[in-house]
């Protein structure tokens, strides 16, 4: 019954590193997405890709860049992670403008 | 660009008693979403709304979309402990991606 996964539940980086979060759907989805969440502040939507090597900025793409090679694969790059990129985030697909299945989410810790 | 506002932020009821979270948009939306998160976990899919006055019914919850198409409910009759959680609100506009609500966090006592 997999239909969003992400490849970690936990991560420790230390600032200054590259970071990689990987997104991978199996519903032949056209659009992916990646949120982060943060407490009293919801859901923030920093990259979005309605297409393979097609992208889209959200509202908080600074410090993030953003790779789909293929269609059920969706990467989230952090350059250079920084403590205030903290944060859990969430990937997610769509074939319209319906998001039906988020992944379980990454716990990103920035030291 | 497009605001989705969530009212209340937090709400603790007793077990038994009704509560109610609203979603307020700027603009006229395409549709709108609603997701349930459960501490520790994430966002899962209840249900959208695409009508204007449309009403939708899940067992104890009811959904509801505005005439205007800018705002919509979700109310929980006789709510139970396992109600508790995050419920956020998603509105669709004309572009591909949904803005979400704050989320309004539901506490219930027994």
């Known amino acids: 019954d997999v239909k969003v996964t992400q490849s970690s539940r936990y991560l420790v980086k230390r600032t200054g590193e590259k970071v990689f979060l990987e997104c991978v759907q199996d519903?032949?989805?056209?659009?992916m997405f990646w949120y982060r969440q943060d407490p009293g502040l919801g859901l923030r939507l920093i990259y979005f890709?309605?297409?393979?090597?097609?992208?889209e900025k959200g509202d908080i793409p600074e410090g993030y860049s953003v790779s789909r090679e293929k269609k059920e694969r969706f990467s989230l790059i952090l350059e250079s992670a920084s403590t205030n990129q903290t944060s859990m985030y969430l990937c997610a697909s769509s074939s319209d403008g319906q998001i039906k299945y988020f992944g379980p989410g990454t716990r990103l810790t920035v030291t | 660009g497009q605001q989705v506002m969530q009212i209340p932020q937090y709400q603790h009821v007793q077990e038994g008693e009704d509560f109610t979270t609203y979603c307020n948009s700027s603009?006229?939306?395409?549709?709108i979403q609603w997701y349930k998160q459960r501490p520790g976990g994430h966002p899962v899919f209840l249900i959208q709304?695409?009508?204007?006055?449309e009403v939708k019914k899940q067992k104890r919850l009811t959904f509801q979309f505005g005439e205007a198409k800018k705002n919509s409910s979700l109310h929980i009759t006789a709510t139970q402990t396992t109600d508790v959680g995050t419920y956020f609100c998603?509105?669709?506009?004309?572009?591909?991606?949904?803005?979400f609500g704050k989320g309004t966090s539901l506490l219930v006592t027994p």
């Open positions: 603009t006229t939306l395409s549709n």
């Open positions: 519903m032949d989805h056209e659009n």
């Open positions: 709304l695409v009508k204007s006055g």
């Open positions: 998603a509105g669709g506009g004309s572009g591909y991606a949904l803005n």
């Open positions: 890709s309605y297409d393979v090597k097609m992208k």
